[in-house]
């Protein structure tokens, strides 16, 4: 019997003490994963238009409060209805959305004749790691002078 109540108590005592540790792991596992964070500052890399890879240029990575955007500045290639090749703008600050960005901007550009040109922009990418992005770019112009043009652009950039 003494034996009977020794087991007893030791049970007893076991969950006391384990149960601590089990509420301590419990609430360590639960601890969320940390948000993304890409690394700031200016990325090099190359964009491609139909097949032909361009000078590398530099794209800057920014924080403005608590979120992070990718300010892509670079020219697509285009081809227009009439046939005629054209580069247009493509001008965006796209905010990070977990490792993606997308963006669509509209602008108006100038001729130096005074014609006017609307040009929408989309832009859409992930982030491959803290350091490096990848990701295309389309483009459509209307107006005077780039009516019915349209192209596209893909990029890669690494930090450093």
Known sequence: MKTRLNLRRGFALLL????????????AA????P????????YTGSVTVEGSELPAITVPVAKEGKKYVVKLSIEA????????????????????????????????TGTPIGVSTSVTAKVSGHFTGTSAFAGTASVEASGETESGCAGSVSFSFKKG
């Open 30 to 33: 639960a601890k969320p994963k």
């Open 77 to 108: 290639g285009a081809h227009c209805a009439d046939g005629s090749p054209v580069f247009l703008p493509v001008k965006v600050s796209a905010p990070v959305k977990g490792k993606t960005f997308k963006a669509t901007e509209n602008t108006t």
């Open 35 to 42: 948000a993304f964070a890409p690394q700031t500052g200016s």
């Open 16 to 27: 006391c003490l384990s149960a601590p540790a089990a509420i301590a792991v419990a609430s």
